[in-house]
């Protein structure tokens, strides 16, 4: 069996813990504990084949700079992740995408495998990007989803998606 390592970045208070454990254990939390940083296994049917997913849920994005940067060089497959009420926190996003393109050594974000997660769908009005976003610049060409931890939309595609997109680059490569 294949394990294939997924790691959630993003900004803190954008749903990464939230969104992993409603993947893994199919549950939901009003309070994680923010400075949790931890890992979790999945197995997942991709392609007909069963595979093992092991997600790191990171915590603390300034602090912890050279954690993340182990996390990074050992994942194979990456959940950006934003808050749909936050613009910053999509901002947030841009210094983590040069981390990944510095520490994996490419000029492209599309040559990794990356799935960028608009989060917190459920809040409707409150969402500041609008409901046709799609993103351009360094995401132009990156699988773009929106989820929902809360209500649970979106979330085992998320996970899936990206773990068939890291299938499919191997075999053209
Ligand atoms: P993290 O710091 O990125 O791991 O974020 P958390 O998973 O701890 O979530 C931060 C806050 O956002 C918590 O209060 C969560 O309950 C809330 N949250 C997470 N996902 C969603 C979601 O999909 N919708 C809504 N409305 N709130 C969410
Ligand atoms: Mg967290």
Known sequence: MRSIRICVLGAG????SSITVRFV????YEN???TIEDSFTKLAEIDGKT?????TDTAGVEQMMTLRESVIRESHAFLLVFALDNPSTFNDLLPIVEDIKRIKDTDGIRRIPVLLCGNKVDLGFER???SNFQPSGVFK???YLETSAKL???IEEAFLDLAKI???QRRVR
């Open 13 to 16: 208070a954008v749903g990464k």
């Open 25 to 28: 254990h199919g549950s939901f």
């Open 32 to 34: 994680y504990d923010p």
């Open 51 to 55: 595979h093992r997913l092991q997600i």
């Open 128 to 130: 500041v990007f609008p």
């Open 141 to 143: 060409g990156v699988k």
């Open 152 to 154: 649970k939309i979106g």
């Open 166 to 168: 890291y299938m499919d």
